[in-house]
């Protein structure tokens, strides 16, 4: 079965960066996107970026772009995001979530990774 | 990129219908039928419950229909049950940033 398994919570400081990876078993890594979603304590959704993993082609929102950064190893069918320069309000969950390409579908997700700012 | 509008809140009672608005532009919503929809119960992981605007993923129940109007995307459940009872998300494709942009959400209570 597909299965999306995130690294663990984390905590920082402001300023400093995080890395959080997402594990893909149960079905052909290089054939879908990852996308990375995020939720701020009891906040809506906010998208973040995607990697179509196949390619290496990536996308980020306006909102973090120059400050995240999505990669793969398909060798180890993990995608991973980094996040520079955080605040306070980098708080959140952060998901990844599979995406068959060409489709606004994100069908399976990972448990989520609380990252934790603060000083 | 603004968020898609969705009502903060919407409720029934169980057997019931409801539906949950999504309204963006016509660079979004209006431009394609690649809106989806999502489920989140509190604490939970969000699930997928339309995509494609109007299909369901196999296992999700057929209380669940999605239809579109313009640049609004619309969510229907029928014959409303106490499991229904959590956050809703819109999803779309956004045609301009080659992006994606969320509803802000919609908590749906079932009295």
């Known amino acids: 079965q597909v299965q999306l398994v995130q690294s663990g919570a984390e905590v920082r400081e402001p300023g400093a960066s995080v890395e959080v990876s997402c594990k893909a078993s149960g079905y052909s890594f290089t054939s879908y996107a990852i996308h990375w979603v995020r939720q701020a304590p009891g906040q809506g959704l906010e998208w973040v970026g995607r990697?179509?993993?196949?390619?290496?082609?990536?996308e980020y929102s306006q909102k973090f772009q120059g400050r995240v950064t999505i990669t793969r190893d398909t060798s180890a069918s993990t995608a991973y995001m980094v996040m520079s320069s955080l605040t306070s309000e980098d708080t959140a969950i952060y998901y990844c979530a599979r995406n068959p390409v060409g489709t606004v579908t994100l069908d399976h997700w990972g448990q989520g990774t609380l990252v934790t700012v603060f000083s | 990129q603004s968020a898609l509008t969705q009502p903060a809140s919407v409720s029934g009672s169980p057997g019931q219908s409801i539906t949950i608005s999504c309204t963006g532009t016509n660079s979004d919503v209006g431009s394609y039928d690649l809106v989806s929809w999502y489920q989140q119960h509190p604490g939970k992981v969000p699930k997928l419950m339309i995509y494609?605007?109007?299909e369901r993923p196999s296992g999700v129940s057929n209380r669940f229909s999605g239809s579109k109007s313009g640049n609004t995307a619309s969510l229907t459940i029928s014959g409303l049950q106490a499991e229904d009872e959590a956050d809703y998300y819109c999803c779309s494709y956004v045609s301009s940033s080659n992006s994606l942009v969320f509803g802000g959400g919609t908590r749906l209570t079932v009295l």
């Open positions: 494609g605007g109007t």
């Open positions: 990697i179509v993993v196949g390619y290496g082609d990536t």
